[in-house]
């Protein structure tokens, strides 16, 4: 028994060792993954939700909010989910509505330019928008 702990410990002191030595050299595997996901790239599909509260989101499938996109044609899943708010899509040659009245789902397809987009609920707009940019 006695034997069997300090042989546990020597392993446990050698992988301390080891680790101290890996980040020395900036290793790899403990370098912190930024938390940017992956990058998106044309043809992807990206979730956009408006609804049941005040909340208006356009995400990537990782689930991260879009804030700009490489140039090309995206599918777009819209889940209106109230009748007090749209998803209102605009942007150079994009100009998408979910409807106010409308609930449910539906999937655009879009194709984005390198340019501003904006997406808003219109009856709160000052409040429930969000933007991205597309590059070339
Ligand atoms: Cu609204």
């Known amino acids: 028994m006695r ?3 300090g042989i546990v410990l020597a392993l446990g002191a050698a992988l301390l060792v080891a680790g ?3 980040g ?3 290793g790899t595997e403990a370098t912190t993954a930024p938390t940017t996901g992956e990058p998106v790239e044309a043809g992807a ?3 956009a939700s408006v609804g049941p509260g005040f909340e208006i989101s356009l995400k990537t499938a990782d ?3 879009v804030t700009s996109l490489p140039a090309g044609e995206y599918t777009i899943e819209v889940d209106d989910q109230a009748e007090i708010h749209n998803f209102h899509l605009t942007g150079p040659g994009v ?3 979910s409807g106010v009245a ?3 789902t539906s999937t655009w397809t879009v194709t984005f330019e390198p340019g501003s987009y904006h997406y808003q609920c219109d009856p709160h ?3 429930m928008r969000g933007d991205f940019e597309v590059t070339g």
């Open 3 to 5: 034997l069997r702990v």
């Open 20 to 22: 101290c030595g890996g």
């Open 24 to 26: 020395s050299d900036g």
């Open 45 to 47: 599909t990206l979730e």
């Open 63 to 65: 689930g991260e909010n």
């Open 95 to 97: 100009d998408e509505d």
């Open 102 to 104: 409308e609930t449910g």
């Open 125 to 127: 707009a000052s409040s």
